[in-house]
């Protein structure tokens, strides 16, 4: 994974977790970083091929209706939901945080981010935390995953 170099690293789900409770307006994108996806600073539907008007992501904003049950919790759902990508989409795919204003819902109803600021890398062994902390959980879920 190449990050620029003022670009620093999420290694824990913990320290997930507390930047999620610091800063509003955050997202995880999975993709091969931002110096590539900045360039464009648009998404494309896979299916149709059309362009959208911003960057694919997934909210990690903690929901209201979420009340005090653990933020630790609520990440490791966002980023477990998702943690096929990177086989899904091939080599070099990384999740990383962004912040932003949404600008539209993609066709999968995504949030599509403008503005956008990385924050963050997660590393790998956030993403084996998240899926650990998704088993500990009474009635664990899959990942989203289309057939």
Do not use: F
């Not at 653990?70 to 490791?76: D, E, F, N, S």
């Amino acid at each position: 994974m190449s990050a620029p170099d003022d670009l620093p690293v999420v290694r824990t789900l913990d320290e997930l977790a507390a930047l999620v409770e610091r800063h509003q307006g955050l997202y995880v994108r999975w993709s091969r970083g931002p110096e590539i996806d900045l360039r464009r600073a648009s998404s494309t539907d896979d299916l149709t091929g059309v362009s959208l008007p911003g960057l694919s992501a997934n909210p990690l904003g903690v929901e209201e209706w979420w009340e005090d049950r653990p933020v630790r919790v609520w990440v490791a759902r966002r980023l477990h939901d998702y943690a096929h990508l990177p086989h899904d989409k091939g080599p070099g795919v990384h999740p990383w945080v962004l912040a932003g204003q949404e600008a539209a819902r993609g066709p999968d109803n995504e949030p599509l981010v403008t503005d956008v600021r990385p924050m963050c890398w997660i590393d790998r062994r956030v993403i084996d935390e998240a899926k650990a902390e998704v088993a500990r959980q009474e009635n664990p879920w899959g990942p989203l995953r289309r057939g």
